[in-house]
């Protein structure tokens, strides 16, 4: 299979503990994506990496998350001191360097108790 | 603020009609627009994309329509099949980086 691949695909967690998240983009894809999305609603647009470089942060990306791409293949996205509110699904997508086409993986859906 | 939003949250129709699913955005400048269908527990799956120096697409049994007169888009679905039934999402992608999102319409088929 050679689609976007997220793990783990759900996370359940107590509030105030720290969380991690990886995503496996398309292979021959520049780009990689974050989203966030809550139930009912459409993907919300976190971050952004082009190659190892972070090109662009929501304002919904507080300084209790932070995402990385160290390499420029896969990326981890690390929730400190999770809350309530951070429940939602955690979307990585792919594309190529014009930035269309953007190709989804399957999420993780985070639950904070 | 840049919005997509959706006229209709629910659409049902009947197994081998034809269904249509609208969009309006808000920014003149996007030109780049994609839809994504959402089936339950999964990620958002690519669907077809437009650019606004098109007014129609055709891709299988899909076609995508956009009147940039007044900012409007939709999905026609010809001979809609169960495994159609999901969450459809257009999108905007104005930068050609991130896309914007509205809040979807669910599309059940019926037999």
């Known amino acids: 299979d050679t689609g976007v691949s997220q793990n783990p695909r759900h996370k359940i967690t107590k509030r105030g503990q720290n969380v991690t998240f990886r995503c496996d983009p398309i292979?021959?894809?520049?780009?990689l994506y974050w989203y966030r999305q809550t139930l009912g609603q459409g993907p919300e647009f976190l971050t952004y990496?082009?190659?190892?470089?972070?090109?662009?942060k929501s304002r919904l990306l507080s300084d209790r998350f932070s995402a990385e791409r160290p390499k420029g293949s896969f990326s981890t996205l690390e929730i400190q001191r999770t809350e309530q509110g951070d429940s939602a699904m955690y979307l990585c997508?792919?594309?190529?360097?014009?930035?269309?086409?953007?190709?989804f993986g399957p999420g993780t859906r985070l639950t904070v108790t | 603020g840049e919005s997509v939003g959706l006229h209709l949250p629910t659409l049902s129709v009947q197994e081998g009609d034809n269904s249509i699913i609208n969009c309006a955005y808000s920014n003149s400048a996007s030109d780049y627009f994609i839809w994504y269908k959402q089936e339950s527990g999964k990620g958002p799956q690519f669907i077809i994309d437009?650019?606004?120096?098109?007014d129609k697409r055709q891709g299988q049994r899909v076609t995508v329509l956009l009147n940039k007169t007044v900012k409007h888009l939709s999905l026609q679905i010809a001979a809609t099949q169960p495994g159609d039934s999901a969450v459809y999402f257009c999108a905007e992608n104005p930068y050609y980086n991130k896309l914007i999102f509205g809040a979807g319409t669910r599309l059940a088929v019926h037999p």
């Open positions: 997508a792919s594309s190529g360097d014009t930035g269309s086409e953007q190709y």
């Open positions: 990496f082009q190659n190892e470089a972070q090109l662009e």
């Open positions: 292979s021959e894809h520049n780009r």
């Open positions: 437009i650019r606004s120096n098109m």
